[in-house]
């Protein structure tokens, strides 16, 4: 079965690059662009892993990744701009499942997204083509 | 205070909002001493999550055991009702973070009278370092550190802000050009040679931007005080072995032999990570400026209740008359500009700075055509 991912970003051009990479990946992906438009998403259609931005307009990442701990317990990936003193990346380290910095490696974010799939498996379309 | 289940009234909403997105940290502690609330801000400034902290004894947890009686007899104060204990603002409070370290805070604290209950409402600011860094302006003018004179700090903060800002707004452009460069690349038989080539030239530029980025992040938060060191033990052997194999690829890609040695000895009191950063630097350096064929070394040694770490390069050289004008901020040595090497003068401020936020001190010596030994003095653990 294909495995879905949610992209909550609002830059246009770079969840069009994550959407390829993933797509690339044999990911079926959904995406939203402010945290408002996330949730709902995530609500409609819950997706089997997050791929979350921390600087979002409305609501922002830190209160998206709040509510979807409310909502169960899908494994996220957070997206961060800035390269985070210790205490952050404790913080975050405690409060998402993952996350890494922007600008991030193709296959490095594919790898990443794979390993939070709960049974560890859906990479049977092999790397990125 | 957290409602899972039924419908928020708008004024309930909007109080979850404000307390969730303020900027800065706010936790409010109940009547039994537990923490009530603790927003986002407050989980970035500490490290603690969210989930950890609520319901957790507020003292306990967030308060270093030396400090703790203190803090109790303050709390117990402003919440008895008979007890005109006013707000207390700007009161500068050391916490205890996630990792363990501290973290010297401004607190402002106040009575919220709940009718039924008192609870104390905090906010807390970064306070920097506890310590005055010696801090110490590059070209040796007289000067106050920034946190002396309110206006300078102002404008230490909004060069900073600003510079993070920047960071922030060229990190997602960044990200865009490196992955869509490599999207087309992972497609590289459909592409020329030249194609293929270009869009190699086109990632690596991406990566030097990015590195650029970094320092100059890094010298301004060093420059404002926000930077605190988490100093530890650290063994001198593990960390030097460590620094040099991080810059040995691209030591090998210039045929540049890298060598490091380090004697048994006490360990150094420093901050790994930020030391690393200033290895990082002096070794680069040395092997960006040295011909291929030529050696780097790094050699530590114990010198009266330091440790001595020098970086010896085979390299131009650094003419005399400049030696003291190396650690200024964007300066670089008229034969490095000529050089062809590129670099922007940053890096050795960024040695320069940690070094000394350390107690410790850096010396330079150098002739002009056959090399340059950087050495960094670093306190010996007691």
Redesign the interface.
């Known amino acids: 079965m294909t495995r879905t991912v949610l992209v909550i970003e609002d ?1 246009p ?2 969840t069009l ?2 959407s ?2 993933l797509r ?1 990946g044999g990911f079926s992906v959904d995406s939203a662009a402010d945290g408002q438009e996330g949730l709902r998403a995530f609500v409609a259609r819950p997706p089997d892993v997050v791929v979350l931005d921390l ?1 979002l307009p409305v609501l ?1 990442g ?2 998206v990744l ?1 509510r979807i701990r ?1 909502l169960g317990d899908r494994p996220v990936l957070l997206l961060t ?3 985070l ?7 975050l380290r ?2 998402a499942d993952d996350y890494m910095t ?5 296959d490095e974010l594919l790898r990443r997204v794979r390993a939070l799939l709960p049974e560890g498996n859906g990479d049977e379309d092999g790397d ?2 | 205070v957290t409602s899972r289940t039924g419908a928020f009234t708008a004024g309930e909403a909007l109080a979850r909002a404000l307390i969730a997105a303020a900027p800065d940290a706010l936790l409010a502690i109940g009547p039994d001493g537990t923490v009530a609330e603790f927003n986002h801000a407050a989980q970035r400034l500490l490290g603690w999550p969210r989930e950890v902290v609520l319901g957790a004894d507020a003292v306990d947890l967030l308060i270093p055991a030396r400090d703790r009686a203190q803090v109790r007899a303050g709390l117990a104060a402003l919440q008895d009702p008979a007890s005109d204990a006013a707000a207390l603002a700007g009161q500068r409070i050391t916490l205890t973070c996630a990792d363990g370290t501290e973290q010297v805070v401004d607190l402002t604290r106040f009575r919220l009278d709940l009718g039924t209950a008192i609870y104390i409402g905090v906010f807390l600011r970064d306070a920097g370092n506890g310590e005055p860094a010696p801090w110490q302006p590059a070209d040796g003018a007289s000067h106050q550190r920034p946190d002396a004179n309110p206006r300078l700090h102002e404008f230490d903060e909004l060069k900073t802000r600003f510079l993070g800002t920047l960071s922030h707004e060229l990190r997602s452009p960044l990200a865009s050009i490196m992955s869509f460069a490599s999207l087309v690349l992972a497609q590289e038989s459909a592409l020329s040679a030249d194609s293929a080539e270009f869009l190699r030239i086109i990632e690596r530029n991406v990566e030097q931007l990015l590195r650029l980025l970094e320092q100059l992040l890094l010298l301004s938060r060093l420059e404002a005080g926000f930077i605190t060191l988490k100093l530890a033990d650290v063994p001198v052997a593990e960390l030097v072995r460590a620094a040099v194999a991080a810059v040995s690829a691209s030591a090998a890609a210039r045929d540049v032999t890298l060598t490091g040695v380090a004697p048994a000895g006490p360990p150094m009191l420093a901050d790994r990570h930020r030391l690393r950063e200033v290895l990082d630097n002096l070794i680069s350096n040395a092997v960006k400026f040295t011909a291929p064929g030529g050696k780097v070394s790094v050699l530590a040694a114990r010198d009266r209740g330091f440790w001595r770490i020098t970086v010896q390069d085979e390299g131009i050289g650094i003419p005399a008359d400049e030696l003291d004008k190396l650690f200024g901020q964007f300066y670089r040595a008229s034969n490095a500009r000529t050089s062809g090497a590129s670099g922007a003068g940053v890096g050795l401020a960024i040695v320069k700075t940690i070094t000394e936020m350390h107690g410790g001190h850096v010396e330079v010596q150098s002739t002009v055509g056959s090399g340059t030994a950087f050495s960094v003095f670093i306190p010996e653990s007691s």
């Open positions: 830059d051009d770079i690059a994550i390829m990479i690339r600087g922002d830190w209160a709040e409310d701009a800035h390269s003193e210790a205490g952050q990346v404790h913080g405690a409060a922007k600008p991030f490696g193709n990125v083509p």
